[in-house]
């Protein structure tokens, strides 16, 4: 076979454009930080990274989120739930005291105005918002789901309403893992439209009215059983949001590492070695060179010195 300098040129030419390609793509490489920029460099690896950034670390992100609302929401309903518990605690030991046959109903007396500013505390209570929202309306989060009702002449309380629902407030964890965050008003503290009907309020105003009617057989008996009963309901409902927000605890930290493990995952697939690929760099650049070198030797120098 004949070899013509044409041939040589042609195959010079070809050489110093795929030895020029490979520089000009690791060279990008290393200005990017990454293996590929396009779909086309690398369909497959392409595909994994969609799939890890667009639905495996939203997703987490999403439910990192929620869980960070859901901690929110508990911890304010803990903080009303523990003031619940001192003011029951207190009312408790005023019915106790005020029970003592050796008081006198003057006594007695003096002592309803703290249960009143007691019942205004709890109502309030019930009342709590966070950002805006009553945490224990159920679903009727924009109003106030507790109305206190007076008597316009004497200026007593004579019941309060609750306007809330028994709607729960639910957050998605995990995948197809829901948790209810809230507990309603009626749940805790009882609730209705008619102001008569059972609940921890309607327990203290009768205390209230027991202590100016000097009624110490009710201040002993049933309204100190109607306490002790709503103090164990505030305990336990209690306890029930303390476990919920540990768990909440551990699943946001279960979902922290797993957003690692993604982030590492993606980071194999489309960052590069930093010290390798700036060897092969090298190497690259040192073929390159060569190329143009032997090239030099075997053509007109003319033309290589157009080709530089």
């Keep these: 076979m004949r070899v013509t300098h044409r041939m040589i040129a042609g195959t010079v ?12 793509k690791k060279s990008n490489q290393l200005s990017t930080g ?15 990274v969609m799939r890890i950034s667009g639905t495996s670390l939203l997703r987490n992100e999403q439910f990192r989120r929620n869980i960070g609302e859901g901690i929110t929401w508990l911890t304010v309903t803990e903080d009303a739930l523990a003031d619940g518990i001192d003011a029951v605690h207190r009312l408790r030991e005023l019915a106790i005291y005020s029970s003592n046959g050796t008081l006198s109903p003057e006594d007695r007396e003096t002592i309803a105005p703290e249960i009143k500013e007691l019942l205004q505390h709890l109502v309030s209570l019930g009342n709590t918002e966070m950002g805006g929202l009553y945490i224990f309306g159920g679903h009727q989060t924009q109003n106030p789901p507790y109305e206190l009702i007076t008597d316009e002449a004497t200026g007593n309380i004579t019941g309060v309403l609750y306007h809330g629902d028994g709607g729960q407030r639910m957050v998605e964890i995990t995948p197809g893992q829901m948790l209810a965050i809230n507990i309603t008003g009626e749940g805790v503290f009882g609730g209705s439209d008619d102001p ?50 540990v768990r909440l605890n551990s699943t946001e930290e279960r979902l922290l590492d797993e957003h690692l493990h993604l982030q590492e995952l993606r980071s194999k697939i489309e960052d590069i070695d930093l010290a390798e690929l700036y060897i092969e760099f090298t190497m690259q650049e040192n073929a390159y060179h060569a190329a143009l070198s032997t ?9 290589i010195d157009f080709l530089r």
């Design 34 to 48: 990454r293996y590929f920029t396009r779909p086309s460099q690398d369909p497959v690896g392409t595909y994994k």
């Design 196 to 245: 008569d009907t059972p609940s921890l309020f309607k327990a203290v105003n009768d205390m209230h009215k027991a202590l100016l009617d000097d009624n110490t057989e009710a201040l002993g008996g049933e309204i100190l059983q109607e306490l002790d009963g709503y103090l164990n309901r505030l305990l336990q409902y209690r306890a029930e949001i303390g476990a919920k927000t």
């Design 13 to 24: 030419n070809r050489n110093l454009r795929r030895n020029l390609y490979e520089l000009e």
């Design 295 to 303: 090239g030099a030797r075997i053509i007109f120098p003319s033309l």
